[in-house]
């Protein structure tokens, strides 16, 4: 059994940044891909990033490539999103998820996840 929480959201004006916080505790196989998720109010859970923990290897969505990395702390069983240059468009919930296996040369969807957090509110003003 995988447990993640989320921590870092917030309000933040236009341009400004964010530093997503996801701590995972237990099932060490299944954390193989860590990615975190956007969903606006409204729309579907989207991801936006994930990362293959063995290697480091990253993946991002178009809306987010540039201004969003995905990083870990192996010691402290901890993946970051650092969201920069936000944008309005960033607001909603954003999610940590845990799947296997881990896709590299696309999105991880919804449907793959086995594990979620509780998620985090960002709120992006223009």
């Known amino acids: 059994q995988v447990q993640l929480v989320e921590s870092g959201g917030g309000s933040v004006q236009a341009g400004g940044s964010l530093r997503l916080s996801c701590a995972a505790s237990g099932g060490t196989y299944s954390r193989d891909c860590m990615g975190w998720f956007h969903q606006a109010p409204g729309k579907e859970r989207e991801g936006v990033a994930h990362m293959y923990t063995k290697t480091g290897m990253t993946y991002y969505g178009d809306s987010v490539k540039g201004r969003f990395t995905i990083s870990q702390d192996k010691a402290k069983n901890t993946v970051y999103l650092q969201m920069n240059s936000l944008k309005p468009e960033d607001t909603g919930m954003y999610y940590c998820?845990?799947?296997?296996?881990?896709?590299?040369?696309?999105?991880?969807?919804?449907?793959?996840?086995?594990?979620w957090g509780q998620g985090t509110q960002v709120t992006v003003s223009s």
């Open positions: 998820a845990a799947a296997v296996p881990c896709p590299l040369y696309r999105p991880l969807l919804a449907t793959q996840p086995t594990y």
